[in-house]
């Protein structure tokens, strides 16, 4: 089990191997995910106060670099729980002009993972 400490909401024991923005939304944090968990839309991203991953997906590098995001904000749906962690949703629902969150995210994580490391803050 993985301890995920959400600000403003409260700490969550998650079984090792969930999706980070599934197991988010499933304790009601207010995500949003306007992709499904492709890595596309950064919409999902949290900042990280303690227990960052070093591992990162190909995906979500690759994204973050697009927008200027590395070394900012995470996508939480690109990251497994299997550690304690604790973070805050960077761009709820409800402080966005969307008014439902997207697809829900698979349970594994898409595209399928090809893993790297995150380079040194
Ligand atoms: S990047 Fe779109 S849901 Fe994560």
Known sequence: ??????????TYEVEDGTRLVR??????VDMLHRCGGYARCTTCRVTF?????????????????ERDLLGRVR????????????????????????TEPGPTPEATIT???????????
């Open 49 to 65: 106060t303690a227990g960052e991953p070093d591992a990162m997906t190909v995906a979500e590098r690759d994204k973050l670099l």
């Open 23 to 28: 197991a988010l939304e499933d304790h009601g």
């Open 75 to 98: 996508l939480s749906c690109q990251i497994v729980c299997d550690h304690d962690m604790a973070l805050r949703p960077a761009m709820p629902l409800g402080s966005s002009d969307f």
């Open 1 to 10: 089990m993985a301890r995920i400490e959400v600000e403003g909401y409260g």
């Open 111 to 121: 595209p399928e993972p090809e893993w790297t490391t995150r380079p040194a803050p």
